[in-house]
């Protein structure tokens, strides 16, 4: 007998998951539309912009995804799931005003069309909407993570804010602003999700941990695009987080690995940013010749590795497609 | 017998439920400040400064009052009292970068120190903290008031900015604004004490009745003294609102009175905001010509009249504590 022929395997896609999805994921949507709606025209029409954007909805699908994977049978996680993503859009509304960015999702940012003030309400609006659901939810444990989520979130940004341009920033203290800006509403989604199908203590945790992790993977591979993608495929700008002078940890390393000789590029342009042309190519180069990037994404590939590990315990159709959303977090291109 | 000599009343003040509400406030002043704090160190510098400023605290005083007055015998209307203000206190934060106010209850405007950014997020962290609170109270009915709320306010808000510089606003339109963006919270408050309470449905919408026409008094007031009052008793600017061109009742009502001949002056001042010296002051004669400020504060009067008299069918000594109050909103003079 001949041997098989090699056939490459295709890249780690989020399609499976989206199938089984679907149904939840339709219902889903309807309850955005339905509760995005509002007699102030304003309301709408800027929610609309973004929400319509080329929104994955990952977080939403997260905890369809935790409570499927739990045994849950009802529809006691779509409201949950609407306002994760209600939570999620009012965060993407405020940072944006707070970063002054210029693209977002592959629009135009909201504050640049409707103004900063806009933005700041209707951020307000969708947030204040996201308790409404969790209370139509009926679930007061749902309704505490995802309270306590919130309020994580924004002391994460608050952190992030106040040491944004320091230059001597800790990988530590880096982990440590991600964990509560960006991973924490992906744990708080896995887990509410898990919470409202009944699951045991210990499911709860380790869809919580399966969340978390799945979210530092997340973010770090965001942070590496943002000097390795291209604008087109990632609907904003790559090199936005250099030219704000955010610290990273591409980064980070990059300026930790530099030694003296950088110092004076790197307090010019990141903490004082002050940048002349070429200054992000010359970053980038920097990075590469640190192994900045590469350490970066290993770093994500070791927490895709933890989260999926997280659901050893867990059997069904869910659990391969969740495990397979951890491996395209690390390999996706956007 | 001689009669009585004639002793002048004293005017309407809010000391008698001061010290009805002491011990309650003093714990829901202990839970404030237990919750403002974080360990990114901004966030309590910066709540710290605005709750800390000439705060009157009059919305958890209306939530401990009508607990009170519904018969409330425990503790579980503490939390949800310092929720209602750091609610209060989130919008105030958002409201300020909104409308770039310089001062706010006395003290340098917040954004103005830390930065827009800042008390953005700070906003966003009171306010999901406010729904922690919630959760320890555990009433999922007072979470349902309160989210509501919020989302009402947002909604009042956006609906006062796409409108603001309206020089054909109605007066309808106004209290729709005012009943959204200051009243619902009042509203609110008062009902969520009620429900926490315990107490008949007709009781709780007799208590929402009170709050909701005690903050459109209370928010007529706030209009005028905006034209009639004085920095130093203010702790704000007074002529602000007309600075801002934000179309308020008593310049509503001057400018539907004073017909085509004042045309001009009002598109000029209010709707394209190019002022000149004595345009504030041509504004406050105008106002005095057509019994703007006067009609504005007799419309106060008399939802003052209407909360007081939601309170009929209570009895004990919190009820003429809480009437004092409404009558104290439109007799103050900051």
Redesign the interface.
């Known amino acids: 007998m001949n041997a098989a022929p090699a056939i490459a395997p295709s890249p780690p896609s989020i399609d499976a998951l989206l199938g089984l999805a679907r149904a939840d994921m339709a219902a889903v949507d309807a309850l955005i539309r339905r509760n995005m709606d ?6 709408p029409a800027l929610a609309d912009h973004l929400i319509a954007g080329s929104a994955k909805r990952l977080r939403p699908m997260l905890t369809i995804g935790a409570a499927r994977l739990a045994g849950a049978q009802g529809d006691g996680c779509l409201k949950l799931a609407a306002a994760v993503e209600f939570i999620h859009t009012a ?1 993407l509304l ?1 940072d944006d ?3 002054s960015s210029e693209l977002r999702r592959g629009r135009v940012a909201a504050h640049l069309i409707w103004g ?3 933005s ?3 951020g ?2 969708l ?3 996201a ?2 659901l ?2 139509g939810a ?1 679930s ?1 444990p749902a ?2 993570i995802l ?2 989520a ?2 994580v ?3 994460g ?3 992030q ?2 040491r944004a341009h320091d230059i001597d920033l800790t990988e530590d203290v880096y982990i440590e602003i991600i964990g509560a800006k960006t991973a924490e509403l992906f744990a708080a989604a896995a887990e509410a999700g898990a919470v409202s199908a009944g699951a045991t203590p210990e499911r709860c945790r380790a869809l919580r941990r399966f969340g978390q992790d799945l979210g530092l993977a997340f973010q770090l591979v965001d942070d590496a695009l943002d000097y390795s993608g291209d604008a087109a495929t990632l609907g904003k700008n790559p090199g936005d987080d250099f030219r704000e002078g955010k610290v990273t940890l591409p980064l980070l390393l990059a300026m930790s690995r530099t030694g003296p000789a950088q110092r004076d590029f790197w307090v010019r342009a990141v903490d004082r940013r002050e940048q002349v042309d070429g200054d992000l190519d010359h970053a980038r180069q920097l990075m590469k010749d640190t192994r900045a990037l590469d350490d970066t994404l290993a770093l994500a590939v070791r927490y895709a590795g933890t989260a999926k590990a997280a659901l050893e315990g867990f059997g069904g159709p869910w659990k391969p497609a969740l495990q397979e959303l951890a491996d395209f977090a690390v390999t996706r291109r956007a």
Chains 1, 2 share one sequence.
């Open positions: 509002s007699p102030v025209p304003v309301i965060t405020h005003v707070v970063d900063a003030p806009a700041v309400l209707v307000d609006f947030f204040a909407r308790f409404e969790m209370v009926g007061m309704l505490e309270a306590r919130s309020r979130i924004s002391e940004e608050v952190l804010l106040t």
